[in-house]
């Protein structure tokens, strides 16, 4: 097996370095998706009732999707209702 020249580690050292800026460049210029945030919420043995519920009718994998899925509809209900009573915005 032969040595591997310094001069080979360069030039791909430097190739590397190339397509890392390249990379970057074209990575920085993307939206980058918002992490959700961890949030501890205690529920009562009715409220897990209420989140398996909506699991098994609408077919949702966890307890957060289904808790996220409640937070949406009702905040569709609320823009709904506004609508309705042509009360403004918050």
């Not at 919420?41 to 996220?68: C, H, M, P, Q, W």
């Amino acid at each position: 097996m032969e040595p591997v020249h310094h001069s080979v580690f360069k030039v791909l050292s430097g190739l590397y370095h190339v397509d890392s800026v390249i990379a970057s460049g074209y990575t920085a210029g993307m939206e980058k998706k918002q992490k959700p945030s961890a949030l501890t919420v205690r529920f009562t043995e009715e409220e897990k009732a209420i989140l398996a519920e909506l699991r098994t009718f609408y077919g949702l994998s966890s307890d957060n999707e289904a808790l996220r899925f409640a937070l949406r509809a009702a905040v569709r209900e609320v823009q709904r209702l506004r609508v309705e009573t042509g009360e403004k915005p918050a």
